[in-house]
């Protein structure tokens, strides 16, 4: 019964993910026509069986996912477009058990799960999407090199304190990385920002310090109206995480990856 939902929730996040990253914008028609679908879908099946609790699951497991979306949305985490996937996979998928994925029931809630995973690998996605997008930009290099260089006695030290730690606690090297990618991240983040003439501005561009979504027509029109320059914010485009999630779940998520190094 969850096969359907399941590949459709991977198609239809899969496309918003990959529009995304070419476009930094998610079409609100792919979220409404998942949600809808989920829905549409668990209550024929409630119906046929003679049993709600399909219907009632896929309501209240969407319900807390878009309420957490878009909690994370108003605390400017991320944008509207991956509020309404991450509530709309609630509606589709309200569990992945039943034998299909890996066996979850009794351990930890099938939406905590979810989040919790989804967070994994966001972290990791970000973290390479961060250290691609400076690459890939000279003058973030440039930046990036001129603030190690202003304090590079504290970074190597630190990066020497984390290899002595190291031989009694294993892999706490890492911690010594810590303030290097901070620095590294924070420039990357004011590269991410551009002042560009109005006559560039697109519905699509993140203004500075406002919300993380798109322009309304009418807040366009008046910024043509009213302003010459505008500061647009770029970001790590993550609605690609979603389909990726899914993937990562297929295999048992976080507990098929530990079972696999067991």
Not at 1 to 14: G, H, S
Not at 29 to 45: D, K, R, S, T
Request: with cysteine.
């Amino acid at each position: 019964m969850i096969v359907l939902p399941f590949f459709l929730a991977l198609a239809f996040t899969l496309f918003a993910g990959l529009y995304d990253l070419k476009t930094s914008n998610v079409h609100e028609e792919v979220p409404a026509l998942l949600g809808f679908f989920g829905v549409f879908y668990w209550l024929i099946f409630s119906l046929i069986n003679s049993d709600f609790s399909y219907i009632i699951s896929s309501l209240v497991t969407g319900g807390v996912f878009l309420s957490i979306a878009l909690l994370l949305y108003k605390a400017k985490i991320w944008g509207d477009g991956d509020a309404w996937i991450l509530g709309s996979i609630g509606f589709c998928l309200p569990s992945l058990t039943s034998g299909f994925l890996s066996p979850i029931t009794g351990l930890i809630s099938y939406p905590a799960y979810f989040l919790f995973n989804l967070l994994l690998v966001g972290g990791v996605y970000s973290i390479f999407y961060i250290f691609a997008y400076g690459v890939l930009h000279e003058g973030i290099l440039k930046a990036f090199w001129h603030e190690f260089n202003k304090l590079r006695p504290v970074y190597i030290g630190a990066i020497f304190a984390g290899f002595l730690v190291s031989v009694y606690m294993p892999y706490f090297f890492l911690i010594g990385f810590l303030p290097l990618l901070y620095t590294y991240a924070r420039v990357v983040e004011k590269g991410m920002r551009k002042k560009i003439p109005i006559t560039e501005l697109s519905e699509d561009d993140v203004l500075v310090g406002g919300d993380i979504r798109g322009l309304t027509p009418e807040e366009f029109e008046k910024l043509k109206k009213t302003k010459k320059f505008v500061e647009i914010q770029d970001g790590v485009r993550f609605t690609i995480v979603f389909p990726l999630t899914l993937i990562f779940l297929y295999y048992g998520g976080f507990f098929g990856l530990l079972a696999m190094f067991a």
